[in-house]
C-alpha cells in the first residue's frame, strides 16, 4: 500500500467507527460522518454547533451509489447528475424511506451530491466498500463561520477534535456548491454557487422555479451566514474610497477588498488585498481572503461590489451574507 491508500483506508475507518474526519472537495473542505450512523451525526452537529433541524448534504462517491439514498430519480435530476457530477452541483430528492432524520432535517427530501476532488471520490470509495454508502459533509466551519477552502483553515477552526484531516491542497472552487431542488414539477436553485443557473435551465432546457423562502430549510440561505468578525461592508468602487477615507481620518484601521483601479487610488493607510476580475478566481480565493482581513483585526472590511452578471451570482450571494452583521450568536 502506498502512503496515500493508507491514508485514506485509515480515515474510512475512522468514518466507520463512527469517529469525523475533515476532506477536501473542490468546494471546501467538508466534516465528514457516516450519513447512515446516528451517534456520528449527533457528534457532527455538536463539533460545528449547528442547530438539529437544519439539514446536510450526502456525499457519495458516484451516480450508481445515488440508489441507497432516494425513492426515485426523476428525469431533471438524471440530466443534471450526467452533466455536472462528479462536481459542484447538489440535488435535492424524495428520500428512501430509511434515510435519517436528523440529516434531511424532518424533511420528506434529501440533498445529495457527488464531489469531483480527487481525495474525496477516494474516501467515498473506500467508505462503499466497507458499505458506508455516503458520507454527510457540511463545510468544516463551526456554524455562522467563513468555509474552510484549505487544510489549515480547518485545523484552526477544530484542532484535535477530528479524527483526521486530509489534506487535498486549496479548493478549486472556493465557494459551496449550487443547490438544485429537482423534487417538485419546477426544478429551482436554493443556492446559487458557481454553477450558474443559466447553465443549470440550459441543460434542462426548461426555465427555472422562484426560490421559495418558505419551503426547504437552507441553513446557508441564513442571512447570517458566511461571516468574517470584522463587520464587513459591499461598496461600489467610489463608495470603498470615501469610507475607507472617512475611517482613517477618525483613526481607524480599514481593510479593503477591490480592483486595481480602487486600490490605486487608496491612502497607504489602508490594508489591502486585490480582488480577482474573473469570477472563477474570485470564487477561488473569496474565503481564505475574508479570513486574511479579519485577521488584522481592523475596524471594518470594505469590499469592492464586483460586477453584476449570473456568473457572479454565488460569489455576490456569500458577499452579501458576509455583510449582514453576523456573528456566531446572529447565525445561531
Ligand atoms: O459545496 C458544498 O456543498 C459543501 C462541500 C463540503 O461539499 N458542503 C456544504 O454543506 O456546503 P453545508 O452543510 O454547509 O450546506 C448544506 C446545505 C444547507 O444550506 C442545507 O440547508 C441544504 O444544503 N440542504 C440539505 N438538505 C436539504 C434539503 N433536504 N432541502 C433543502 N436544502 C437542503
Ligand atoms: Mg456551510
New binding site residues.
Given amino acids: 500500500m502506498t502512503q496515500h491508500d493508507l491514508l485514506i483506508s485509515a480515515a474510512a475507518e475512522a468514518l466507520c467507527r463512527g469517529e469525523l474526519v475533515a476532506f477536501p472537495?473542490e468546494?471546501?473542505?467538508?466534516l465528514g460522518a457516516n450519513a447512515a450512523d446516528e451517534a456520528a451525526i449527533a457528534r457532527l452537529y455538536a463539533a460545528k454547533g449547528?442547530p438539529t433541524n437544519?439539514?446536510?448534504?450526502v456525499?457519495i462517491a458516484r451516480f450508481e451509489h445515488l440508489q441507497h439514498w432516494v425513492r426515485e430519480i426523476p428525469p431533471a435530476a438524471r440530466v443534471l447528475a450526467a452533466a455536472c457530477w462528479p462536481g459542484?452541483l447538489?440535488l435535492?430528492l424524495p428520500?428512501a424511506p430509511h434515510v435519517l432524520h436528523s440529516?434531511?432535517?424532518g424533511?420528506d427530501?434529501?440533498?445529495v451530491?457527488c464531489?469531483s476532488h480527487p481525495l474525496a471520490i477516494a474516501l467515498l470509495e473506500a467508505c462503499a466498500a466497507r458499505g458506508v454508502w455516503g458520507l454527510v459533509?457540511?463545510?468544516?466551519n463551526r456554524f455562522g463561520r467563513i468555509?474552510p477552502t484549505t487544510a489549515a483553515h480547518v485545523t484552526a477552526e477544530f484542532g484535535a477534535t477530528l479524527a483526521q484531516v486530509l489534506d487535498g491542497g486549496p479548493c478549486a472552487?472556493g465557494?459551496?456548491?449550487t443547490?438544485v431542488?429537482v423534487s417538485g414539477a419546477t426544478p429551482r436553485v436554493?443556492?446559487p454557487?458557481m454553477l450558474s443557473a443559466d447553465r443549470i435551465a440550459n441543460l434542462l432546457a426548461m426555465p427555472l422555479g422562484a426560490a421559495d423562502a418558505a419551503a426547504?430549510?437552507?441553513?446557508?440561505?441564513l442571512a447570517a451566514h458566511y461571516a468574517p468578525r470584522t463587520p464587513l461592508r459591499l461598496l461600489d468602487a467610489a463608495g470603498c474610497g470615501a469610507h475607507a477615507a472617512a475611517l482613517i481620518r477618525l483613526g481607524h484601521r480599514v481593510a479593503v477588498l477591490a480592483s486595481a483601479g480602487v486600490l490605486a487610488g487608496l491612502g497607504k493607510d489602508c490594508e489591502t488585498l486585490p480582488a480577482a476580475d474573473v469570477p472563477a478566481a474570485y470564487a477561488q480565493t473569496l474565503y481564505a481572503n475574508l479570513r486574511t482581513l479579519d485577521a488584522l483585526g481592523c475596524a471594518e472590511i470594505l469590499v469592492e461590489q464586483p460586477p453584476p452578471g449570473p456568473e457572479w451570482a454565488g460569489i455576490h450571494d456569500r458577499l452579501k451574507r458576509a455583510a449582514s452583521g453576523a456573528g456566531p450568536s446572529d447565525a445561531g
Fill in positions: 472537495t468546494t471546501v473542505y467538508g449547528r437544519h439539514p446536510v448534504i456525499h459542484p447538489t435535492v428520500r440529516i434531511t432535517g424533511q427530501t434529501v440533498a451530491r464531489p459533509a457540511p463545510s468544516a468555509s472552487v465557494i459551496e456548491s443547490i431542488d436554493l443556492r454557487g426547504p430549510r437552507v441553513s446557508g440561505g
